[in-house]
């Protein structure tokens, strides 16, 4: 089974400055990857697929890279409501795997 | 417009079978490429994919669950089923089924607002 660890674990910023947040796989996963965003009380919503696509309807400031076993989501300036947590997924190998995530906090 | 619905028991007791249906709209199973997994989150915990089945009929399970569920679809009724044995209080999570086509992205692009389940006795 792939592991994917994100890090870090929080991450305290604020509103208007550049997020990096990681993920890395226990093995290569290619370009299979992407990244989810859940606000509490819903469903995750997919924002990054194959490692840099942006998914239907998500902003620019949204975007991923990577490759192998080591990717990035990065939000060039954070809006208020992008305040959430962040988990990847990888389809890669079965079984699915998702990360453990990270949460992105107002600082 | 593409939806997809939980819906099962809030409460199940300690060794019991938890069954939830997942009734969704907008795609038929039917078709190529189309494939419905289900996933879970304990409250305050990370995602946990569980399994998946494929518009033909190909199904994946979690390997530490698979002795434990079992997921069928009735493609009439545009309804996926998933069946978890021998439930135990760790199993208290929030269980979402989600749409995958094999086509771009390839990822759960569509989600059910979830149902959460409690095993207690």
């Known amino acids: 089974e792939i592991v994917l660890t994100q890090s870090p674990a929080t991450l305290s910023l604020s509103p208007g400055e550049r997020a990096t947040l990681s993920c890395r796989a226990s093995q290569s996963v290619s370009s299979y990857l992407a990244w989810y965003q859940q606000k509490p009380g819903q469903a995750p919503r997919l924002l990054i697929y194959d490692t840099s696509n942006r998914a239907t309807g998500i902003p620019a400031r949204f975007s991923g890279s990577g490759s192998g076993t080591d990717f990035t989501l990065t939000i060039s300036s954070l809006e208020p409501e992008d305040f959430a947590v962040y988990y990847c997924h990888q389809r890669s190998n079965w079984p699915l795997t998702f990360g453990q995530g990270t949460r992105l906090e107002i600082k | 417009q593409v939806t997809l619905r939980e819906s099962g028991p809030a409460l199940v007791k300690p060794t019991q079978t938890l069954t939830l249906t997942c009734t969704f709209s907008?795609?038929?199973?039917?078709?190529?490429?189309?494939?419905v997994s289900w996933i879970r989150q304990p409250p305050g915990k990370a995602l946990e994919w569980l399994a998946r089945?494929?518009?033909?009929?190909?199904?994946y399970y979690s390997t530490s669950l698979k002795t434990r569920l079992t997921i069928s679809k009735d493609t009439s009724k545009n309804q996926v089923v998933l069946t978890m044995t021998n439930m135990d209080p760790v199993d208290t999570a929030t269980y979402y089924c989600a749409r995958i086509r094999s086509v771009p992205p390839g990822y759960f692009d569509y989600w059910g607002q979830g149902t959460l389940v409690t095993v207690s006795s």
């Open positions: 089945i494929d518009w033909d009929d190909d199904k």
């Open positions: 907008g795609f038929s199973l039917s078709t190529g490429g189309m494939c």
